[in-house]
Structures are given as structure tokens and as C-alpha cells.
């Protein structure tokens, strides 16, 4: 995909890509893309496997068109998938560009998403799709993004991770398949990578009636007008926006800097949480040493922010 000189204008351009191809020495292409993401001024996370390549990364928009040239050049990446959105303020605290056994990890051998994904369905036809009662339609994010927004009718399966996405599909194929004639599945992800590779899993384990959003939410919160729109709520993405809305505009949510989930105003109100230590969902999931821990680290943080000197932070939560 082509994205036109007109999509990069703005101050701060943020890029969310993917793309499964076969890649048999990643080495050399980790090197190279480090090195030209820093001499660009690039910050966010790239990861690149035997399987393809996957990542967010933000930066001036002279930068972003020179790095996504780059990986276009790659073998077989020419079609890369592209979702552009802008910030305020700089998304990611440093840059990080890594090897990795999955550019999304699900654990499943012999999974071939290049050769036997699902069939795409462009947003513009998503609703039609949904809204057919022989339709199974499935979240296949993670619980705390789930927990923001999602589209009706959507089927969230309260996976802590993508990993326990095969063992909760094949614990459910026979509720959710039922025994007459096999119901269509649409799947569907913030950018469109974790649904291709579910798709693929899905046709794996001999479900034929497989779709995916093709460009995942974030392509049919940018194309479908809020009117005709069946997503409801906010979308989570990894990087200090937290969430977004309809227009890829800025959402609500605000991070808790311990866990590294998303809270919202009711839970910014609630006595569990404390800034930068605790938040109502993981007050009971750590320790009151744990707490003291995230508690420094937040004091760190905005003395290194009072003195104007950049804090690493913690990582934010891992799309798998």
C-alpha cells in the first residue's frame, strides 16, 4: 500500500505496520533499520522474525516516509500494511528494534499466515458482515483492550494474552460451531495482524468460513463515519495516546504506570489508585512491595521530568 505524501504533513506521525512474509537472515535487516531509525529521529518498537515484520514506530513525517520506503524495499514488503494516525507529543520513550521467534507470538507450529489466511473484508463492508446472524464474530485482543471498546455482537474471549487464544478457541469450537451447518467467523484486532494470524489458525484446525477486518480497528475507525459506525467505545493502542476514537482522534483513557493498563475517570477516582503505584485492577494482583517499587520508579520520573531529562519508564503491555 501506498501512502501519499498528503498522509504525512503533520508535526508528529505515528505508523503501526505489518507484514507476514518469509525473511531468512534477519540480522542484517535489524542493523540496517536501527541505524536508519536513528538517524531519523525514530522512537517505538520493530520486530522481525522468519514470519515478517511488525511494529509502531512515530517521528517527524520526513522520517517516517524514509523508513517505511526502506522496509518496502524488503523482500516481499511491498504491500505493507500501513496505519497512519498523528500525537501531540511523542508516543514512545525510546527505540527498540529486535529479533523475535513470532512477529506475534501464538505459539502454534507451522502456521503459514502468507499462504492460508482468512478472506479480508475491507471496513466499508465489516458492518454488513457483523450484522449477519450466521455470523460469529470474535474479538481476538487481549481482555484489558477489550474491556474499552469493541464492536456489537463481538464474542470477547478474556484472554490475558494472544498464547491462550488456541487453547480458549479449541476449549469453545463446539459451542461456538455448533453442530448443523458451520456459521461464518469474522475476527478482528487493533491493526489487523493478531486477526490474520487467527485466521490462519483458525483454517489450521479446518474452519473453512474465515474473515478478517482488513486493516483491523484502527482502519475502520479512520474510513467508516461515526453515524454508520457499530464500534462502541474506545480502541486501546500500545503507545502513550493509551486510546483512540472515531477520526483517530485522541481518547479518554489514561495509563496506570504500574501495570500498564488503561483507567479511566472512575477508576483515576477510585481509593486503589495512586499515580505512577496502583490502579483498582492491579491492586489485588501485586504486592504492597511491588507498589513501593512502581512508587519510586514514578518519583524518578517526574524528577527526571522537573529537570528536563527524558525517563525510560517501563514498556508498555505487549500487543501478544
Known sequence: MHVPDADLTTPLCVAALYRFTRFEDCAPLRLQLEELCRAEGIR??????????????????DGIAKVLAHIRALPDCADLDVKLSTATAMPFHRLKVRIKREIVTMGQPGLDPVSNAGTYVEPEDWNALISDPDTIVIDTRNDYEVAVGTFERAIDPQTASFRDFP????????????????????????GGIRCEKSTAFLRQEGI??????????????????????????????????????????????????ACRRPISSEDCASPLYEPGASCPTCYPERTDAQRASYRERHRQELLAAAEGRAHVGAALPDQA
Not at 518498537?45 to 513525517?61: F, H, Q, S, V
Open 44 to 61: 517505538g518498537t520493530l520486530l522481525l522474525a522468519r514470519e515478517g515484520i511488525n511494529g509502531t514506530i512515530a517521528g517527524p513525517p
Open 167 to 190: 487453547e480458549w478457541f479449541r476449549s469453545e469450537r463446539a459451542r461456538l460451531m455448533g453442530t448443523g451447518r458451520p456459521p461464518k467467523v469474522a475476527m478482528f484486532c487493533t
Open 208 to 257: 473453512e468460513d474465515v474473515f478478517h477486518l482488513k486493516g483491523g480497528i484502527l482502519k475502520y475507525l479512520e474510513t467508516v463515519p461515526e453515524e454508520r459506525s457499530l464500534w462502541r467505545g474506545e480502541c486501546f493502542v500500545f503507545d502513550q495516546r493509551v486510546t483512540i476514537g472515531h477520526g483517530l482522534a485522541e481518547g479518554s483513557y489514561a495509563l496506570c504506570h
